[in-house]
């Protein structure tokens, strides 16, 4: 495709002077070429094209595309969303029958994918953090541990870890009769990890009512103090008093009302648990799989991210007295965050397309519910195929829309 | 340590008390002390470490290794003589891993491709190889060849790609990757750096798209959607989907690698080739080009390696890579339940070849690293 060069012009302009005066002589045979010969002319005929051929070319998929679902007898329509699914899915954070429709599936295999890339982000971040420390501590044993385990992990398919791990989970943890249990209320099994579920009583609510209250009084706090240390450069230690506040307030109502939550412990009913909560193997291998698949390159990125800040800043942050506590959490850490955070995104980004490998071990996630047996049922597949794209699509954006905000609230603020 | 004599005390020539030794001022011992053991959590990591080693490694080496059966003719005859892996199995079923269900008489033609394949690479990874320029012209035509080679035509027999499989699939896909992908990629990010505002938006479109979607989805769309699109009655080979829809995905990521090395270029490059007179592609191909590639090398390499990765992926279309040789292979009875060893297996292949990659990658930025260094 010709692209004519960017379009600024005391040069082009000399040119079509010239030529503006051969065409004078030349009539109009030469109109053609002179338009031609203008940067700016040439660009807006090589755009027009462009989109021509762009529209041209999806008239004829979509005109493809109709006779296609003419001829095969099918509509293009989304009413089979209203429909019942008439499958059964294995793990639903909403209630869900196999007489609920297509479109609740869909919520279903959404809030599933939310689940584990949601959990992944945190288990991956902790972990990558904790890595990539340990990969610059001087500790040498531990320091080539951890490198081999990042070279290891990074240089192996996502997917083999994940079937590798969800193998490992079905073939080491013990069936339920045998399950490993952790002080009698929770159990490592073949069928899943089963927990204790919290069941909060009535009077519960006030314990919300003091977390909230308690992050407002912090965030107030802070607030405050900063204004003070602005003004007379009194500090005080923001952190711990707010940690005790959101700590303390609310374990402080918890108690005064009477510890109004229970727990219901998992039994062992017939070949397996009853009760509690669930997660299931395909969950469990693949929030492992994908989280320490995506920690190695966390690890990475927040090893290169320390180092990327100079030495000599800490040596100037001693030497206007600082302590080293203050210099790493005044000077180094807020220096680090903004070499780490951009790819950080793409690697937050990475998990959430990467959790579409569920399909692989049958954890029920957008792709295998709309995209997957959603579609054999039904056979629309450029309906469902189109609903999966967009729901990553806004997934993606969402991500990395938040992750901007962020980047932008802790960007250096130059002059 | 010992309390040492202080030197205001007189002692006659001669009579002075013997110092102590000094302390460990070099050796494996200090060594030791200081990277193993020098403080309070230091001492608890080597701990950890020494503890997680005997842990892992011990076990590992007894399955792997001193329990494990290296030949047999099915599972049965792997636990009669061991209670470890089951190696046999990789070894019997070794072929079907390398060439897929390729036609045995025919075999020599990947044979010849990988050979070929070796050729092509040579140029691009050594610099001062003699007749760089024409063995460069040879890996440009590399896809072509191995292609006809592979496919058949023109007086070789034909063979079908449904028989592809295997590592010989694995290669396939990765190498059309990184061969197509490359310069699409580049006509992306010019498209992205450009001033016409149609061009630009078109390919912050599709960047954007192929980057916001997972590679799985885009495969579906490829095995159950891209038939709507084509004419009634045409259909198209379910591996040329494939590489199609796998190189589209690798350009998106290889567009933004290039436009980093764009973005790189002092303005002053740009500026002074418009000086001389050149145009739009000549200043890109004589002077801005050869330094944003330059200095993208890092990141293209990088992407090539989760280009490879990612061709596993296509299991889940129903394509027969290593891994999926390895599942089906398992769905044999003589040989269930040798899932370990299988995915062991495949991943050493992995990483055996990404760690290559990986190493090449590191190299060439400590190569092209000419800056300021502490």
């Known amino acids: 495709m010709p692209t004519a060069p960017p379009g ?312 206007i007295g600082l302590r080293p506590n203050r210099t790493l959490q005044l000077i180094v850490i807020p220096q680090a965050l903004r070499v780490i955070v951009p790819p950080l995104t793409s690697q937050f980004l990475n998990l959430t397309k990467n959790s579409s490998l569920a399909i692989a071990i049958g954890y029920m996630d957008i792709v295998a519910t709309i995209g997957g047996i959603s579609l054999m049922q039904t056979g629309k597949e450029m309906e469902t195929m189109l609903i999966v794209l967009s729901i990553y699509l806004v997934f993606s954006l969402v991500i990395s829309a938040f992750m901007n905000w962020y980047n932008k609230k802790i960007k250096l603020v130059e002059r | 340590m010992n309390e040492a004599p202080t030197t205001t005390q007189k002692y006659p020539p001669g009579k002075h008390p013997s110092m102590p030794p000094p302390g460990i001022a070099s050796g494996p011992l200090l060594w030791i002390k200081d990277n193993l053991f020098g403080s309070v959590t230091n001492t608890v990591l080597t701990a950890l470490s020494i503890w997680l080693l005997w842990v892992t490694i011990p076990p590992l080496l007894q399955w792997g290794f001193i329990d494990a059966a290296f030949s047999g003719e099915s599972r049965k005859d792997c636990r009669a003589v061991a209670s470890g892996a089951c190696w046999a199995f990789i070894q019997n079923r070794f072929e079907i891993f390398v060439y897929g269900f390729y036609p045995k008489a025919e075999r020599w033609r990947v044979d010849l491709s990988g050979l070929l394949l070796i050729v092509a690479i040579i140029p691009v990874l050594w610099e001062n190889v003699p007749h760089r320029l024409k063995m460069l012209a040879f890996t440009a035509a590399f896809p072509f060849v191995a292609g006809w080679l592979l496919v058949g035509g023109l007086g070789l027999k034909p063979v079908g790609t449904n028989e592809f499989g295997g590592f010989l699939l694995t290669l396939v896909i990765g190498v059309t990757g990184i061969s197509f992908s490359l310069p699409i990629g580049v006509l992306l990010a010019l498209g992205r750096q450009s001033k016409m505002p149609v061009l630009r938006t078109l390919s912050v479109a599709f960047i954007e798209f192929i980057r916001g979607v997972p590679l799985i989805t885009l495969l579906f769309v490829a095995s159950a959607m891209l038939s709507y699109f084509l004419p009634p009655g045409t259909d198209f080979n379910l591996l040329l989907r494939v590489l199609i829809m796998v190189t589209l995905f690798a350009s998106g990521y290889m567009a933004e690698v290039v436009r980093g090395g764009l973005q790189a270029i002092p303005k002053g490059q740009y500026e002074a080739a418009q000086s001389m007179g050149l145009g739009y592609w000549k200043m890109m191909r004589l002077v801005v080009l050869p330094q944003a590639l330059k200095i993208s090398i890092p990141g293209i390499v990088n992407t090539f390696i989760a280009l490879y990765k990612d061709t596993t992926l296509v299991i889940v279309i129903g394509l027969l890579d290593p891994l999926g040789i390895g599942r089906s292979s398992l769905a044999d009875s003589k040989w269930q339940g040798l899932s370990s060893e299988v995915y062991i297996f495949v991943a050493v292949f992995f990483f055996i070849s990404c760690f290559g990659m990986s190493r090449y990658a590191l190299y060439l930025e400590r190569k092209l690293d000419t800056g300021y260094k502490r």
């Open chain 1, 8 to 319: 600024e012009g005391v040069e082009g302009e000399a040119v079509l002077a010239n030529h503006a005066a051969a065409a004078g002589k030349a009539g109009d045979t030469n109109a053609v070429l002179r338009v031609w010969r203008n940067k700016e002319a040439r660009a807006v005929i090589v755009q027009i094209l462009t989109l021509v051929i762009l529209f041209a070319f999806f008239a004829y998929i979509i005109d493809n595309a109709a006779q296609n679902l003419a001829r095969l007898g099918k509509t293009f329509s989304y009413d089979f969303l209203w429909e019942p699914a008439n499958y059964d899915i294995n793990q639903t954070l909403i209630s869900y029958t196999l007489q609920s429709t297509h479109f609740r599936a869909m919520l279903v295999g959404i809030l599933n994918t939310a689940l584990v890339a949601g959990c992944g982000i945190v288990l991956a971040t902790v972990l990558g953090f904790v890595l990539g420390v340990l990969r610059l501590s001087k500790n040498w044993l531990i320091n080539r541990i951890v490198y081999c385990f990042i070279e290891f992990t990074r240089n192996v398919p996502v997917l083999l870890h994940i079937l590798l791990i969800y193998g490992l989970i079905l073939n080491v943890l013990p069936v339920p009769r045998q399950a490993w249990d952790l002080g009698q209320v929770a159990f490592l099994t073949n069928r899943g990890v089963f927990l204790p579920m919290p069941v909060p009583g009535d009077a519960f609510a006030w314990t919300w009512v003091a977390i909230v209250v308690a992050i407002g009084l912090t965030w107030a706090f802070r607030h405050w103090a900063r204004k003070v240390q602005d003004k007379t450069g009194k500090i005080y230690p923001v952190f711990w008093i707010g940690f005790g506040t959101i700590v303390g307030l609310p374990a402080l109502t918890f108690l005064a009302t009477g510890a109004p939550l229970s727990w219901e412990v998992p039994a062992l009913t017939g070949f397996n648990f009853q009760g509690g909560m669930v997660a299931r193997p395909e969950f469990m291998a693949l929030w492992l799989a994908l989280s320490y698949y995506t920690s190695a390159y966390i690890a990475e990125i927040v090893r290169s991210g320390i180092l990327a800040v100079h030495w000599g800043q800490t040596e100037a942050a001693y030497a």
